[in-house]
């Protein structure tokens, strides 16, 4: 894993730890002996991710006296706004690869992608409106929390799309390909989950 996304991945699972503290007592703060002993987090992949996450208003730190570690460390209501609104946190703080594969993260991510890439084909007037209308209605499909993905309805929508979609944009097919591809191994997942249910 390169850099850049191993740094995302700290902050993310950051905000989710704080997210979730938040969630069991607003008013509490967490330690950094709590990321070190309960999260498993290292000190370098805390401290400079932590101070990224107060410089931009996600986090709240309670300085102490040992900079750079702090005291307490809170997610702010702005961190709360990040972390709820599933697109904006998966793009900001993409999941390691590991937990990207599930496609739970990658197929609202690939939406995306194939959004913007309508936004720009070369396609014109009904053909690329009624393309980007099918694409937007896709991306509010996938804005919904996982559980209550409507999948029969997203497997209709890539079908309908892959069958408008002309054979000269080879990288809309390959997109519509891969959202295909994470909503079958989303489902699989999920009838595994089931049967693995008493």
């Known amino acids: 894993m390169d850099v850049t996304r ?3 991945a700290a902050r993310r699972r950051i905000l989710r730890i704080l997210y979730d503290r938040y969630l069991e007592d607003p008013l509490a703060s967490t330690e950094p002996q709590d990321f070190f002993e309960k999260y498993g987090l290292t000190r370098d992949d805390l401290v400079v991710n932590i101070h990224y ?11 102490g006296y040992a900079p750079p570690l702090f005291s307490g460390a809170r997610i702010t209501a702005k961190g709360v706004d990040v972390v709820e609104n599933y697109y904006e946190f998966n793009a900001r703080f993409p999941a390691a690869e590991q937990e990207a594969e599930d496609g739970l993260t990658g197929l609202p991510l690939l ?3 194939f959004t913007e890439h309508v936004e720009q084909t070369a396609l014109d ?3 690329r409106r009624t393309l980007l209308r099918d694409a937007l209605y896709l991306r509010e499909e996938l ?3 996982t559980e209550r993905w409507r999948r029969h ?3 209709a929508v890539l079908d309908w799309m892959e069958r ?3 054979e000269t944009d080879a990288s809309c097919a390959t997109l519509l390909r891969q959202m295909k591809k994470a909503l079958l191994h989303t489902a699989s997942e999920e009838d595994a989950s089931d ?4």
């Open 111 to 113: 939406a995306e992608r």
């Open 164 to 166: 408008t979609i002309p």
């Open 143 to 145: 804005a919904r929390p």
């Open 125 to 127: 007037g009904e053909a």
């Open 6 to 8: 191993r740094l995302k």
């Open 53 to 63: 996450l107060h410089d931009s208003g996600l986090v709240e730190l309670l300085m």
């Open 153 to 155: 309805v997203l497997r």
């Open 195 to 198: 049967t693995e249910t008493p």
